[in-house]
């Protein structure tokens, strides 16, 4: 019977190994990959391809059997925001529900994980670009005369 410590570190040593696959996936796709799988909380840091986005890149980890990733602002930082989860086993399943062979759906979730991720960061480009436009439209400064400076108002219509 396996203890508890082994059971933990077996499930380590399968973390590195497939965020260490995710990794070669998406530098074959020519996406610029760091990899701190080192660290006690093993993740792979991918930097943006759209440099109007406003943090550096996401960071994918394991939670459980599953992938996810989140925006983070810088390398080494701490990531924030929602959770995207990245079921790649779960798109492996339906690929082969299509009848494919194993190889071919393999590629096939490699592919998905390339376009999941760049149209993230194009989105989250474009929001940003929508936001900043909108919060500019918006807003409205107004003066009023003499030297009662409270009522001078910023406020957003």
Known sequence: MEQFLEFVDRKERESIKHLNLVEKAL???????????????????????????????????????TLAYRTQKEKETEPYGKAYLLDLEEMFNDFMSENIKEEKAGKKVIDSLINEIKQFFDRSAKAEAEISGKERDKTVILKTGGTDYSGMVVSKI
């Open 27 to 65: 530098k074959n796709a020519g996406l610029e990959t760091n990899s701190y799988v080192d660290q006690d909380d093993s993740y792979i840091f991918v930097k943006t391809t759209n440099s109007d986005t406003p943090f550096e890149g996401i960071r994918i980890y394991k939670i459980g059997d």
